[in-house]
């Protein structure tokens, strides 16, 4: 993956890359390939360039919205536990002289995650409140 290249142009097509896969359903990503791309998401959201960051942003929430569970799957679990690595404690744990700029695209990834998992499941609003509650917790820690 391009995450890590030093060309600019590079690491953009990668995060755009990821996000037409996860857009389309990520066929033949395994829960462990879903979750290193996150991860990849979420250290390049520290980059210096705005729209490498917003691109990466973009990918993580989809990918994650790619990854949630249909409502009273025995997995859910698990996923809460994938927002709480990727979007909660990175946001909460972010210090030092990028820690504003990785603030600003997680925050950003929970737009993409609740539009994704809206546009997927075809939730209510009413349904996106848990998600919700967990934004404001975040925002308050």
């Known amino acids: 993956m391009g995450v890590g290249d030093k060309s600019f142009i590079v690491r953009k097509a990668a995060a755009r890359c990821l996000n037409a896969f996860a857009s389309i359903g990520g066929l033949g990503l395994g829960a462990g390939e879903l979750d290193n791309s996150a991860s990849y998401c979420v250290k390049a959201l520290e980059n210096r360039v705005s729209s490498i960051r917003d691109a990466f942003a973009t990918a993580l929430g989809v990918v994650l919205a790619l990854v949630q569970p249909k409502k009273g799957q025995a997995n859910a679990k698990n996923y809460n536990g994938s927002l709480q690595k990727h979007l909660i404690l990175p946001f909460t744990r972010a210090s030092g002289p990028r820690s504003k700029d990785l603030r600003i695209g997680i925050t950003l990834s929970w737009v993409f995650f609740l539009q994704g998992i809206r546009l997927k499941y075809m ?17 308050r820690a």
Do not use: N, T
């Not at 939730?123 to 925002?139: A, F, G, N, R």
């Open 123 to 139: 939730h209510p609003d009413s349904e996106l409140q848990h998600y919700l509650v967990q934004i404001m917790d975040m925002l």
